[in-house]
Nanobody, 124 residues
């Protein structure tokens, strides 16, 4: 049983920073892609960032490039998202996900397992 648990969300002022973490359990994840998505109220889930099993091969949404950094620690089965210079439009529930294909693609349909999400709220 694969389980993904996100943490690190919260309330922060615009311009601030947060670091999200995702703990994965249930199997070995070294050959899988991992990603972050977010969903704001009334909007569809959207891609934020992803990292393939080849560490260093990352992909970012244009809206977060230069502000967010995705990383993973395969030894600890952890995924991270460092978010800097946060904006009110970054407010959403953030989800981590695993792609069994090892991809860093931006489509939610390419991901097989999902966490329950963590709320990020950025005040202006």
């Amino acid at each position: 049983q694969v389980q993904l648990v996100e943490s690190g969300g919260g309330l922060v002022q615009a311009g601030g920073s947060l670091r999200l973490s995702c703990a994965a359990s249930g199997r070995t994840f070294t050959h899988y892609g991992m990603g972050w998505f977010r969903q704001a109220p009334g909007k569809e889930r959207e891609f934020v960032a992803a990292i393939s099993w080849i560490v260093g091969n990352t992909n970012y949404a244009d809206s977060v490039k230069g502000r967010f950094t995705i990383s993973r620690d395969n030894a600890k089965n952890m995924l991270y998202l460092q978010m800097n210079n946060l904006k009110p439009e970054d407010t959403a529930v953030y989800y981590c996900a695993i792609s069994l294909q090892g991809t860093n693609r931006p489509r939610p349909g390419d991901y097989n397992y999902w966490g329950q999400g963590t709320q990020v709220t950025v005040s202006s």
